[in-house]
């Protein structure tokens, strides 16, 4: 017995040494990897999904990845190993505009196709950008939210994610241009808070708005994790009818404070789509179909056909399409969506 565990152990040897490792690979498929903010975000989790079912129709790996707390340090530890992985793409929902430039740069080179989705990094970082919405329509939009909960006037405030966070600082620069508009001349941007993504901490950035500000008149946060916090606390104290809620919030989470009439509408996209949009992005440029360039091309499964055009700041995107109004007609059938 012992002599035929050392023959076949000799033999494997044997093969180790003149088959390339790809073929001993349990699976030689390639890997397409997207890297969340944090862990234990319901809205990261569904674009996740939706990027993991885009790679896996398309018959590939999909490796989905999100460090425990939502800082560039962390991140940049995952696309290390990630780079070691040899994945084909990495996709990152990015914790910081510039921080992950030399890491990314890193990753081109070694020829990792990379891109960001949802909260972007620099040009110089990416090759093209997801985005799921018009970032200036989106701040216009909640301005205009803001206005006509405030009644024309009076102040308000933003409870937003990480300071570092770019998509949420794209949305709050065209927020802070909208209302530098003669219309928005009696609304007063008192704060702008950051409750970092965390459930707890958003919790607390409530509590001090409306500690610091007893004359608030609406809460926007552009931040699922923050809206959804800011409801709760609003709720709790027994807020309704005098501090106003909006902005950008997971039907599922919120559909509770849409029907008590805490937040009278929000916004949102479908965070699965935006997933699976960096699906076909990815295999896209992996495959060489599209470069990332302003004219691109692709076709994105059920979504149907994309083309990249060019972002705000100055690099190139591909957008999923507009935002979407969530009130209570139609809370109760897309808190079973997501
Ligand atoms: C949070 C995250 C995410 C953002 C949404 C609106 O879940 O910050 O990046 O797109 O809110």
């Keep these: 017995m012992k002599k035929i565990v ?4 000799m033999i494997i040897a044997i093969m180790g040494m003149v088959l390339p490792a790809s073929v001993f690979a349990a699976d030689a498929k390639p890997k397409y990897a997207i890297v969340f903010k944090n862990t234990g975000n319901p809205y990261g989790e569904k674009q ?3 990027f993991k079912t885009g790679i896996e129709e398309q018959g590939f ?68 950008h997801v985005n799921q919405a018009d970032s200036e329509k989106i701040g216009q939009t909640l301005i205009k939210a803001a206005y006509d909960m405030a009644g024309g006037s009076g102040e308000i405030a933003i409870l937003s994610a990480t300071s570092q966070a770019s998509n949420q600082n794209i949305w709050i620069d065209f927020m802070k241009k909208e209302l530098a508009k003669p219309e928005y001349k ?13 459930r707890d901490k958003s919790v607390s950035e409530t ?16 931040t699922t994790v923050g809206i959804a916090a800011a409801g709760k606390v609003l709720t709790d104290k027994g807020l309704k009818g005098k501090v106003a809620l909006t902005g950008l919030g997971l ?29 076909y992005t990815a295999t896209a440029l992996v495959t060489g179909k599209i470069k990332g360039a302003v004219g691109d091309k692709f076709s994105a499964g059920k979504l149907g056909n994309y083309t990249i055009t060019k972002a705000p ?26």
């Design 207 to 222: 509590e001090g708005l409306l500690r610091s500000y007893p004359n608030l008149k609406v809460i926007i946060a552009p």
């Design 186 to 198: 009696n609304l007063k941007l008192v704060k702008v808070a950051y409750g970092d993504d965390l």
């Design 313 to 338: 700041d100055g690099g190139t995107e591909v957008l999923l399409g507009p935002p979407f109004k969530f009130d209570k007609s139609n809370i109760a059938m897309w808190k079973k969506v997501y």
């Design 251 to 279: 039907p599922s989470e919120m559909a509770e404070y849409i029907e008590n009439g805490v937040c009278g509408y929000m916004f949102l996209w479908n965070p699965i789509d935006v997933g699976y949009l960096g699906a």
């Design 6 to 9: 050392i023959a076949v152990a």
């Design 48 to 50: 996740l999904e939706g």
């Design 61 to 128: 790996e999909a490796i989905l990845r999100s460090p425990d707390l939502p800082t560039a340090e962390a991140q940049i530890q995952i696309i290390e190993q990630l780079i070691a992985q040899k994945v084909a793409s990495i996709c990152i929902v990015a914790n910081d505009y510039d921080a992950l430039q030399p890491v990314l740069k890193k990753a081109s080179a070694q020829g990792i196709k990379v891109f960001s989705l949802d909260s972007s990094v620099n040009p110089a970082s990416r090759l093209t």
